[in-house]
């Protein structure tokens, strides 16, 4: 008998502790996640629309807003990017040593590198 009771409270508890149901158009829309639909799904608006839905993922005008914006500023720096990287390779494009030039160099580095610890 005192399960019994026990149980029937918290079905109570849990029963009054409910708010608005989420099929309730008028509940508030609290969904941080996008909405995931398996399924084609058959909805129709406040307004009256029906719209046919294909599987996949919905998301909310804000939430829609924030990744747009983030969007465009990832595409606005892949081109800044390509556009640097292009310029640098042309840049650097022109003459390169050969290796005669770059032998000689290392010979009078050296020969003056002796030179100057003779002096000191």
């Known amino acids: 008998m005192r399960g019994a009771l026990a149980i029937a409270t918290a079905a ?20 941080t996640e996008p909405l995931h639909l398996q399924s084609e799904s058959h909805i129709v608006t406040k307004g009256g629309s029906e719209l046919e839905l294909p599987p996949g993922y ?14 465009r500023r990832l595409q606005d720096q892949e081109t800044r990017l390509e556009a640097e990287n292009k310029s640098l390779k042309d840049s650097t494009s022109g003459w390169q040593p050969g290796w005669l ?20």
Request: no cysteine; charged share 15%.
């Open 58 to 71: 919905f998301i909310s005008e804000p939430d829609f807003d924030k990744l747009d914006t983030e969007f």
């Open 101 to 120: 030039t770059l032998a000689g160099a290392v010979v009078t580095g050296l020969a003056l590198g002796w030179y100057a610890h003779d002096k000191l």
């Open 12 to 31: 109570a508890l849990l029963a009054a502790s409910a708010g608005v149901a989420y099929g309730d158009p008028s509940a508030p829309s609290t969904a």
